[in-house]
Structures are given as structure tokens and as C-alpha cells.
């Protein structure tokens, strides 16, 4: 079971600044089948970026991923109020279980 | 529009069984393989289970296996959990899940199970 560890927990940044959440696997992901999530308080996931790299559909532009094999990064470049918000990685290309990460909060400093 | 509708959920005793359905519609559900995704309260997610779309292939986490049991039905585009064996640690919301191209592209809104005495 591949295990994926998320830094930092928590970042604290302010809206315009620019946001680097890390999510390195425990083993390489093949294919780099990594996705990332938003959730918002009370409300189911959203993807973000699969494949470790193609932001899925309606997703803005500021929102970008990166990385292979250990190590991954989703980067948002100029945060907006609603980027605040918990952050999960997923790998989804090895055998399941298809793990999540811890999460990482983003809050508003 | 896709739409993904999880029910079944409420307050079971440990040792208890519990069986939470999905109803899927505004896609073709019968091409798509269906994952079931908890959260814990206060907790980040974990990936429960999936079957393909043929329903001829079932993966489960660890800490369900020999517990759970993920059936769906093509006919009535509907994705069912069987949880037997409840313990506190699977009070969490269970979320059903679209596999798209890449993750986990639909979700529904959650149902809550509570497993308590």
C-alpha cells in the first residue's frame, strides 16, 4: 500500500500570494496517476488535477500540478478568497487501495 | 448533469450492519467504475472501496475487507455498500464516487453513518 504523506499540514498565507503543497508517495505512482482535491467545510471533494499535471474541467488556470514518481506539487499562483480550504492528494495508479493523503489546511493569515 | 445520491445512512450498534446505496444519473453509470470514499469526523479521506463497471471486479481497503461487501446494479444505476461487523471506527461520511479519466471526477453529497451503543 502506497502511503502519501502531505506538507505542510497547515500554511498560512494571504490572498495574492502564492500557494506549493507538497505530497510526496512512500513508492513511485505509476503512470503519475496522482490527483488533487479541495474540500470545503461540509461539502464533498472536488478534483482539481489528475494525472499529476491536467486540471480537470471548469478548474481555473492558477491551479497547477506537477511532479512524478515520489514527489508531487500543486501550486496555486495568486490565491483567491475561496482557494482557502483543505487540500488531499490521491494516487490512483498503482493497486488499489488508492490512497489519500492527510490533507493539508490553507488558511487565511 | 451528473448526480451522484447516497442514502442509507444513520445510528447502528457495534457489531451492527448497515447497507448504504448510491443512485447515479446523467451519465451512462454501467461504463464506469464506482469507488465508496469515507471521512471521519474532523478526519481527512479515506479510499474504501471500488468496482468496475461489470461489477466482475471488487477492491477493498485493509480495514473493511471480510467486512464489506460493494454490489452495484446497471439496470437501476445504483451502487450499494453492505457493512457488516460495524465498529466506532467506521463512523465517518460515505461518499460514492465517479472514477473518471483520472480520480475521482463526481461525488455525492454524503450520508452519515454513526456506529455507537
Known amino acids: 500500500e502506497i502511503v502519501l504523506t502531505q506538507s505542510p499540514g497547515t500554511l498560512s498565507l494571504s490572498p495574492g500570494e502564492r500557494a506549493t503543497l507538497s505530497c510526496r508517495a512512500s513508492q513511485s505512482v505509476s503512470n503519475s496517476y496522482l490527483a488533487w482535491y479541495q474540500q470545503k467545510p461540509g461539502q464533498a471533494p472536488r478534483l482539481l488535477v489528475y494525472?499529476?499535471?491536467t486540471r480537470a474541467t471548469g478548474i481555473p488556470d492558477r491551479f497547477s500540478g506537477s511532479g512524478s514518481g515520489t514527489d508531487f506539487t500543486l501550486t496555486i499562483s495568486r490565491l483567491e478568497p475561496e482557494d482557502f480550504a483543505v487540500y488531499y492528494c490521491?494516487?490512483?495508479?498503482?493497486?488499489?487501495?488508492?490512497?489519500f493523503g492527510q490533507g493539508t489546511k490553507l488558511e487565511i493569515k | 448533469e451528473v448526480q451522484l445520491v447516497e442514502s442509507g445512512g444513520g445510528l447502528v450498534q457495534p457489531g451492527g450492519s448497515l447497507r448504504l446505496s448510491c443512485v447515479a444519473s446523467?451519465?451512462?453509470?454501467?461504463?464506469?467504475?464506482i469507488s465508496w470514499v469515507r471521512q471521519a469526523p474532523g478526519k481527512g479521506l479515506e479510499w474504501v472501496a471500488n468496482i468496475k463497471q461489470d461489477g466482475s471486479v471488487k477492491n477493498y481497503v485493509g480495514s473493511v475487507k471480510g467486512r464489506f461487501t460493494i454490489f452495484r446494479d446497471n439496470a437501476k444505476n445504483s451502487l450499494d455498500l453492505q457493512m457488516n461487523s460495524l465498529r466506532g471506527e467506521d463512523t465517518a461520511v460515505y461518499y460514492c464516487?465517479?472514477?473518471?479519466?483520472?480520480?475521482?471526477?463526481?461525488w455525492g453529497q454524503g450520508t452519515l453513518v454513526t456506529v455507537s451503543s
Open positions: 494525472g499529476a499535471s
Open positions: 446523467g451519465f451512462a453509470f454501467s461504463s464506469y467504475w
Open positions: 490521491q494516487q490512483y495508479g498503482n493497486s488499489p487501495p488508492h490512497t
Open positions: 464516487a465517479r472514477e473518471g479519466i483520472g480520480g475521482n471526477d463526481y
